[in-house]
């Protein structure tokens, strides 16, 4: 038998949910909650198999699902949290992921859907849901963005010859242009890049690569 908890603030939801659930004689629904902190609550008596969570809750919202989720999975570290809420924003779904949650599903999903979805859950298979999951690869996918992206050619230019061992007067005869104007980029390669110092500039540069290897 899979216990199962439902958290949601709206009662027809969780009535819907209740009835779709009794189709399958394979689940006990073990409590109900409303709210973060009595969710927590009986999760922690009745250490339900699967937990269907709705984000959107009193206590809840955006600044407060990692906060809920994490008690939740320290409350009970065995329950598959599967988030089912209205709302598809990536940053949410993420948050609740990176809390803890194991499954991340909307209510506009059908309900034959959601049964296969549980079951997964219980054999410990998450689910997410294909639109969010086809933008999180396609994240993922998005070469990362370069430490650099900010400076601009002759900024690189100067933090090159930098890295190369190049003082103030070499990068300026190099470059063809005056000391002056070395340090004014200078200076706004460390303030782009957050850095305190010289040292700290050369060796970010070669830790990204900035440096092509001589031939």
Known sequence: MTTI?????????????????????????????DDGASTIEK??????????????????????VPTVIRAIRAASGDTHIMVLTSSDDDALALAAIDAGADSFLLKSMRGERL??????????????????????IGALRKPPRSPF?????????????????GS???????????????????????????LSDRTQAVALAWREGLMAPKS
Do not use: Y
């Open 115 to 136: 049964l296969q979805a549980i079951h997964a859950a219980v054999h410990g298979e998450p689910t997410l849901h294909p639109g969010i999951a086809q933008r999180m």
């Open 149 to 165: 992206a900010a400076l601009t050619a002759r900024e690189l230019e100067v933090l090159r010859c930098l890295a190369e061992g």
């Open 5 to 33: 908890l439902i958290a949601d603030d709206h009662a027809v939801v969780r009535e819907g949910i209740r009835g779709l659930l009794r189709l399958d004689a394979s689940f006990a629904i073990v409590a109900e909650t």
């Open 43 to 64: 999760v922690r008596e009745h250490r339900p198999d699967v937990l269907l969570l709705d984000l959107m809750m009193p206590g809840m919202g955006h600044a407060g």
């Open 168 to 194: 103030n007067a070499r990068i300026a005869a190099t470059l063809g242009i005056t000391e002056k104007t070395v340090k004014t980029h200078l200076g706004n390669v460390m303030s782009k890049l957050h």
